[in-house]
């Protein structure tokens, strides 16, 4: 069983629908989730982050945890067309190392 | 403020050879990461140091090692490169639990 497994997609949703990004991890020490989106070629970028169990939102993203299904999402509201991009689930073990996913592609249609 | 910079951007390398990649990490941060992307997975940790002491390495071979120096830049350092080494080489460093990381080296292994 990988660390943490995302699917790989292509997740495609119309221009202004919600996308829903899904990520689940192995290990239940884990303390610390990130969402990175990276761009064709370009290094990844911190989109958001959470600690604790429950719903964390910034702007048209919203981020949801739940430790005891080992389970982490994201939701896009209102999709643009540059949305689409690959996005990274991570998580943190010790000293803040990330084990990544492999990563969802996201197509957003206009 | 410039944040994490790596360089070079683009190298091309023989199998057998040698590499050094460079990184400056945002000012202030004093632990620096690396990782390796290879094409359609996601990053992979190699090793993380601070104070210059590597604190935590990933499942990578002797021939990846690494530095940092007293002003917190890093290197990371391949020997007897293989064609497998080809890959988005990513620095990250630190704050509050937060990972930046640099535009990334692409190696080529020819």
């Known amino acids: 069983q990988k660390e943490v497994e995302q699917n790989s997609g292509p997740l495609s949703v119309p221009e202004g629908a919600i996308a829903s990004l899904n990520c689940t991890y192995s290990?239940?020490?884990?303390?610390?989730f990130f969402w990175y989106r990276q761009y064709s070629g370009k290094s990844p970028e911190l989109i958001m982050f959470?600690?604790?169990?429950g719903d964390k939102e910034d702007g048209r993203f919203t981020a949801q945890l739940n430790k005891a299904s080992q389970y982490v999402s994201l939701l896009i509201r209102d999709s643009q067309p540059s949305d689409s991009a690959t996005y990274l689930c991570?998580?943190?073990?010790?000293?803040?190392?990330?084990?990544f996913g492999t990563g969802t592609r996201l197509l957003v249609s206009p | 403020d410039a944040g994490v910079t790596q360089s070079p951007t683009h190298l091309i390398k023989t199998r057998g050879q040698q590499v050094t990649l460079r990184c400056s990490p945002k000012?202030?941060?004093?632990?620096v990461s690396w990782y390796q992307q290879a094409l359609g997975q996601g990053p992979q940790f190699i090793f993380q140091?601070?104070?210059?002491?590597?604190?935590q390495r990933g499942n990578f071979p002797d021939r990846f090692s690494g530095h940092q120096f007293p002003n917190y830049s890093s290197e990371l350092n391949v020997n007897a490169l293989l064609l497998g080494d080809s890959a988005l080489y990513l620095c990250?460093?630190?704050?509050?639990?937060?990972?930046?990381f640099g535009q990334g080296t692409r190696l080529t292994v020819v």
């Open positions: 991570a998580v943190s073990l010790s000293f803040q190392k990330l084990v």
């Open positions: 290990d239940r020490g884990s303390q610390s």
């Open positions: 959470i600690y604790s169990n």
């Open positions: 000012s202030g941060h004093d632990t």
């Open positions: 140091y601070y104070e210059e002491e590597e604190r």
């Open positions: 990250a460093s630190h704050e509050r639990g937060e990972a930046f």
